[in-house]
């Protein structure tokens, strides 16, 4: 059995039998075999369902909402957030898919020449725990608007989010086969990437997990698609709004307690605004409540599982021990971790070179703008940068000289539909969301023809 315990409570939430070998190559067969008639419904078909996902989604936005804080902590308002952008996400594609996959017409020498955007087939999801519906979403609602048929392998402690999901698009009146949950574990994730019925494979997780799903379905010679960790820094120079950069700057931190590959991990701070910067943050910092994540008035909850924060306490005691010195926070109960600032942190240590998956940040000084951007590249990570100035001429001349896939302007880096999402170095290829979500796991085919 695969079995869900909430990490506030410590209770089992939820346990669902795991497939043998039989059961898995069962639901590949029935999702290629469905695909052979989902791939010729129309766009307009494809969009009337995802309407309904949307509708079904918003109607039970509540419900939904519980079964990801019960399984991994996330405060309840957070949760109802998430739902509520799969289902802006429903309306996006349902609107947009047919002008994405549109032919484009190229002029040749041709009589008429253009590039032709088909569907390949049944696309294997391996999807992470820390936003349970959405990751899950932004793969599938793209791909089946495409065409293509959709297989899942979630995370061992969210699978009630994932039963629930495929149970969504169940409900919408999607055919069986069109989205399947696969409750199966790490061990035969190899087995599935390599079976001929799986097309493609898209990850969103560790860079671990980036590496082996590569290998694997690279033998193959399978396309992937990898969203990994990152470290992002946040950028605050001298001239910026101070209030509302220390808002961002918080909320970036410390949402779903940090537990987030977009979050801002790296503080860097103009040396000449650091004490008054430091102040003001803290003090905000210190106004987050932390508590019971069903209570809609917390504003940070429990990590998800014990090991993951025992896992941050030990990088954030080699950073003290290596210098950093703690300004706020730093005790961790069970799965509860403080909100957690240091000062003082340095490119040598844990907290800067590793990503710190949870509520700790720490703060690093610069003096020039090129010290900050090379702070910044400093990383094995290139998902996202925030900048935090008034002067956008400054902004404009600094955007190319990041590594990352995503600079943000006094905003916080996050994932709009509208834009392509994705990251370059170690934090994965591949681009999610947007026209160039949808247009990555299709056939881009050449169309020729010469009229004599």
């Known amino acids: 059995m695969i079995t869900s315990i909430n990490p506030y409570t410590s209770e089992k939430v939820f346990e669902i039998r795991e497939f043998n070998d039989d059961e898995i190559q069962k639901a590949l067969d029935i999702a290629d075999e469905l695909y052979k008639s989902w791939k010729e419904t129309s766009f307009a078909e494809r969009a009337a369902l995802m309407k309904s996902v949307g509708d079904e989604l918003r109607k039970n936005i509540e419900n939904y909402a519980a079964v990801i804080t019960s399984e991994m902590g996330k405060p309840i308002s957070e949760s109802a957030a998430e739902i509520e952008k799969c289902a802006k ?13 549109a032919d484009k017409e190229i002029e040749t020498e041709a009589y008429r020449s253009y590039v032709k955007y088909e569907p390949i087939g049944v696309v294997l999801a391996i999807m992470p725990w820390n936003y349970p519906f959405w990751q899950v979403f932004r793969f599938a609602v793209p791909g089946l608007m495409a065409g293509n048929t959709a297989v ?25 086969g069109c989205f399947t949950n696969l409750p199966v574990s790490s061990a035969v994730v190899e087995k599935i990437i390599k079976n001929p019925i ?188 925030s900048l935090y100035t008034e002067d956008l001429d400054r902004a404009y001349k600094l955007i190319p000289k990041f590594d990352d896939g995503a600079v943000f302007v006094n905003e916080i880096v996050k994932s709009d539909q509208r834009l392509p999402f994705g990251g370059t170095k170690n934090s994965g290829y591949g681009r999610e969301l947007s026209i160039d979500g949808i247009q990555e796991f299709v056939n881009k085919k050449t169309v020729y023809i010469k009229k004599y």
Request: with cysteine; glycine share 8%; charged share 25%.
């Open 152 to 176: 899942l392998k979630h995370a061992s402690n969210v699978m009630n989010s994932a039963q629930n999901i495929e149970d969504i698009f169940k409900k919408a009146g999607f055919p069986q």
């Open 198 to 385: 799986v097309k493609a494979v898209t990850l969103t997780g560790s860079e671990k997990a980036g590496r082996s799903v590569a290998a694997a379905a690279g033998s193959e010679i399978k396309k992937t698609v990898l969203e990994l960790g990152g470290s992002n820094a946040l950028i605050v120079f001298a001239d910026c709004n101070l209030n509302e950069t220390v808002k961002s700057c918080v909320l970036s931190r410390f949402q779903n307690a940090g537990q987030s590959c977009i979050a801002g991990k790296r503080l860097l701070v103009e040396a000449s605004i650091v004490n008054e910067f430091k102040a003001a943050f803290i003090e905000q910092v210190k106004q987050l409540k932390q508590g019971d994540p069903m209570d809609k008035q917390t504003s940070i909850a429990t990590m998800a599982r014990v090991d993951l924060a025992e896992e941050l306490e030990g990088q954030l005691k080699k950073s003290v021990e290596m210098g950093a010195k703690i300004l706020l926070g730093g005790k961790r109960e069970n799965a509860s971790f403080e909100p957690t600032v240091l000062d003082n942190v340095t490119p040598d240590m844990p907290l800067f070179q590793e990503e710190t998956f949870g509520p700790v940040i720490g703060i690093t000084t610069f003096d020039t703008d090129q010290q900050a951007v090379d702070l910044a590249n400093e990383s094995s990570f290139g998902l996202g940068v």
């Open 89 to 101: 996400l429903c309306d996006y594609y349902a609107e947009n898919a047919e002008k994405h996959l």
